[in-house]
Antibody, heavy 124, light 106 residues
């Protein structure tokens, strides 16, 4: 079964850091670009970051550029999001998502597989 | 940055009605457009990619059209299980979502 399972969310104070993980199974992980998408409570979807199959190309939303770092370990079939200098507005459910057919995050495709998400709450 | 604008933001229709949701890009994006369905409390689900290609397993009452800047998602005969919020997304370079359209049954 194709599956993405996120972990690492929790309650964190403003200015602190958190690292999210996404474990992939059921498909050849290093064939595809991967992404993080977030959804604030009661709000819409916001793309956060994407990474190509070999980590050679990476992109970020302006709202997180310079604070968040995406990475992947193909040997472990895992995707990560290091979140630094967290703000209240980063509070959201964070989803890991797979590109449908592309290995490049830039010239990519729609997201055909999503994880269940991990909740991040930034509050003092 | 290219912005994606959906309309309407919400709609209410009767079972069996034809429902149309519009998505407009602030610049041309060819056909790099996807539609997602998110039911309350659930994970988003891919419905359509490449503006008009139905994802495997999606009911044929869903269809998509458009190219360039103007796109449409149509539900030919609304069913109770279609109650959800629908999002468009461009996927050439940065992935930008529309703000969503909430569909309810009248």
């Amino acid at each position: 079964e194709v599956q993405l399972v996120e972990s690492g969310g929790g309650l964190v104070q403003p200015g602190r850091s958190l690292r999210l993980s996404c474990a992939a199974s059921g498909f050849t992980f290093d064939d595809y670009a991967m992404h993080w998408v977030r959804q604030a409570p009661g709000k819409g979807l916001e793309w956060v970051s994407g990474i190509s199959w070999n980590s050679g190309s990476i992109g970020y939303a302006d709202s997180v550029k310079g604070r968040f770092t995406i990475s992947r370990d193909n040997a472990k079939n895992s995707l990560y999001l290091q979140m630094n200098s967290l703000r209240a507005e980063d509070t959201a459910l964070y989803y890991c998502a797979k590109d449908r057919s592309s290995s490049s995050w830039y010239r990519g495709d729609a997201f055909d597989i999503w994880g269940q998400g991990t909740m991040v709450t930034v509050s003092s | 940055d290219i912005q994606m604008t959906q309309s309407p933001s919400s709609l209410s229709a009767s079972v069996g009605d034809r429902v149309t949701i519009t998505c407009r890009a602030s610049q041309g994006i060819s056909n790099y457009l996807a539609w997602y369905q998110q039911k309350p409390g659930k994970v988003p689900k891919l419905l359509i990619y490449a503006a008009s290609t139905l994802q495997s397993g999606v009911p044929s009452r869903f269809s998509g059209s458009g190219s360039g800047t103007d796109f449409t998602l149509t539900i030919s005969s609304l069913q109770p299980e279609d109650v959800a919020t629908y999002y468009c997304q461009k996927y050439n370079s940065a992935r930008t979502f529309g703000q969503g359209t909430k569909v309810e049954i009248k």
